[in-house]
């Protein structure tokens, strides 16, 4: 409901004209914003035919924010006419000034300054007239005190090209009495008690009638997507065991962050056409921190760190070729690479849940694209003791009873760490598993229905789980 003396001043004024007011002037002339009077027009027309309001368009033209300045303090072009002295002042100078850039335009088309580019200081400005007559503000005068009529078409169209003037719609309301009008505000019922019915007051009680072409309350019918349901779970357990997200929205990667800082060599079939997707337009990468692609190249051809290594000529055209990355593993070398050149190691853990892309045939358990969920932590001294205890904690947390695919995990190489800038002594753990495969959306919530006699037995090898399921 609007506010009540509103309502009661908009009635007085309806009742002593013959005809009809406009809302926005009733609004202009109690000095108040026009959305309070249609406010109370809104409530007037809901107790019923007390007053008849019919909208009306309008279109005015007004200031913008910087045509009220203008007209307050002159255009751009006057004040820097104004600001130059007699003995003139530089061009660097002037452009400094909040409007000197659009005012040196101005004033030198409407020959108000010259610029004097051979000044033994430097380009300088003089202005030419002692006197102007600024039309502009002249101009933005008139509309601002509702004379924009007086001015052309023409005149108002540039005014709106310089941004100082817009058009706009304004809707209002012609409100006139209706059948029932009164300036007497009768409060309507708007339910029928049993009280009123037992004492039959309800025979004297005005009624708010039902408006049958309401709406409903909007049914709850949004559900999130079952596999957004398990994302945001694994999400959650890596943010309660202390991991930080690493940024993955950059599905494309160059061959050199997605294989050959992981040391993959590039003979790998891994990398070829009928597993990955090439990208043809950009097709190569060519921002890479020099130094590191260095000591990576050397520790694939002749190796380094205690390796030595695949003795191959590596090939900076590979490692240059841009792919839909096959892992979000190669963000994780990113983010090991960052942490490397800090100036002092600190311990850390990281996990992402993104797409990758391989190039698959498509089949019930194979996609082309798919979600991989990524744990790594990077400390001293980390034993696959350690890895084997966070895997345990993170099962643990899923609720998981029984599994039978675990997926890859393990340690990274001193050869992918080292070139990196780790400190001898960092160990870096990791595991990844798949979002989409029917195990993991099967049992990776909490109504697991473990199998009666069966148990799973992880066993740990260097570079990837061996799962055996003992009956």
Request: proline share 3%; aromatic share 8%.
């Amino acid at each position: 409901m609007a506010d009540t003396g509103l309502v009661e001043t908009l009635l007085q004024r309806v009742e002593k004209v013959d005809g009809g007011l406009d809302s926005q002037d009733v609004a202009t002339s109690l000095g108040v914003d026009h959305q309070a009077i249609v406010g109370a027009v809104k409530s007037l027309q809901a107790l019923g035919d007390v007053i008849s309001a019919e909208q009306r368009s309008s279109k005015h033209w007004e200031l913008t924010g910087e045509g009220c300045e203008i007209a307050e303090q002159g255009s751009h072009e006057a004040r820097v006419v104004s600001s130059i002295p007699e003995e003139g002042m530089p061009q660097s100078q002037l452009m400094k000034l909040a409007f000197g850039k659009v005012g040196f335009s101005k004033a030198m088309s409407n020959k108000w300054i010259r610029l004097d580019k051979g000044h033994e200081g430097g380009p300088r400005i003089f202005k030419t007239v002692e006197r102007l007559e600024d039309l502009v503000r002249d101009k933005l005068l008139l509309v601002q005190k509702g004379q924009a009529s007086e001015l052309e078409e023409k005149e108002k169209n540039e005014l709106k090209k310089r941004k100082l003037l817009s058009e706009v719609t304004v809707k209002s309301y012609w409100i006139t009495k209706g059948s029932c009008f009164s300036t007497t505000i009768t409060k309507q019922e708007t339910e029928l008690t049993t009280e009123m019915i037992a004492s039959g007051s309800w025979k004297e009680k005005k009624f708010k009638p039902y408006n049958f072409e309401a709406m409903g309350v909007a049914l709850d019918c949004g559900h999130l997507h079952p596999l957004m349901k398990v994302r945001t779970q694994f999400r959650q357990i890596f943010l309660e065991m202390g991991f930080t997200e690493m940024p993955t929205n950059n599905f494309i990667e160059s061959s050199f962050w997605n294989f050959d800082s992981l040391f993959q060599p590039q003979q790998h079939p891994a990398r070829d056409q009928h597993d990955t997707f090439f990208l043809s337009d950009p097709a190569q990468a060519h921002e890479f921190p020099q130094d590191y692609l260095e000591r990576v190249r050397k520790v694939h051809s002749e190796g380094g760190f205690g390796s030595q290594g695949y003795k191959y000529d590596w090939k900076i055209e590979e490692a240059q070729k841009n792919i839909l990355r096959t892992h979000t593993t190669a963000v994780s070398a990113r983010m090991l690479y960052k942490l490397a050149q800090q100036e002092k190691f600190t311990p850390v853990k990281y996990f992402s849940i993104d797409r990758v892309f391989r190039n698959e045939t498509l089949d019930a358990t194979h996609l082309a694209e798919f979600h991989q969920i990524e744990g790594v932590v990077a400390d001293f001294g980390l034993t696959l003791g350690d890895l084997m205890g966070i895997l345990h904690q993170f099962f643990n947390k899923l609720g998981l009873k029984k599994w039978v695919e675990v997926g890859n995990s393990g340690m990274f190489r001193p050869e992918m760490l080292l070139p990196m800038g780790l400190p001898e002594g960092v160990t870096v753990i990791a595991w990844g598993l798949s979002l989409e495969r029917p195990t993991m959306i099967k049992y990776g919530i909490n109504n697991i229905r473990e199998l009666v006699g069966h148990k799973v037995n992880l066993q740990m090898v260097y570079d990837s789980p061996v799962c055996r399921l003992d009956s």
